[in-house]
């Protein structure tokens, strides 16, 4: 079955870090381009960063220098390194697949609560 597992989230002061995962079963994750999305109540989706199969990165304005995408192959997941929280970052965070740069990304996990306390 194929699956995308979010975890590592929960509750943080501004000014603190977290490391979230996207698990995957199912399929080679790193034959994937993984992105992580976030969505605050009242907002659209908003896409923060995502990965190719070949390690190219990319991220938006909003977290660029404050946050890291990353691969772990061995233990099929990636990760969203995020440092120097913001009250503004609290949301729910999702990771995504798509098999090239022409799809849609899809397969979204079930989410995981970040909350950043001012």
């Known amino acids: 079955q194929v699956q995308l597992v979010e975890s590592g989230g929960g509750l943080v002061q501004a000014g603190g870090s977290l490391t979230l995962s996207c698990a995957a079963s199912?399929?080679?994750?790193?034959?994937?381009?993984v992105a992580w999305v976030r969505q605050a109540p009242g907002n659209q989706r908003e896409l923060l960063a995502d990965?190719?199969?070949?390690?190219?990165?990319n991220y938006a304005g909003s977290v660029k220098g404050r946050f890291t995408i990353f691969r772990d192959n061995a233990k099929n997941e990636v990760y969203l390194q995020m440092n120097s929280l913001k009250p503004e970052d609290t949301a729910v965070y999702y990771c995504?697949?798509?098999?090239?740069?022409?799809?849609?990304?899809?397969?979204w996990g079930r989410g995981t609560q970040v909350t950043v306390s001012s």
């Open positions: 990965i190719s199969s070949g390690g190219l990165i």
């Open positions: 199912g399929f080679t994750l790193s034959n994937y381009y």
């Open positions: 995504g697949r798509r098999r090239r740069l022409q799809d849609q990304y899809r397969d």
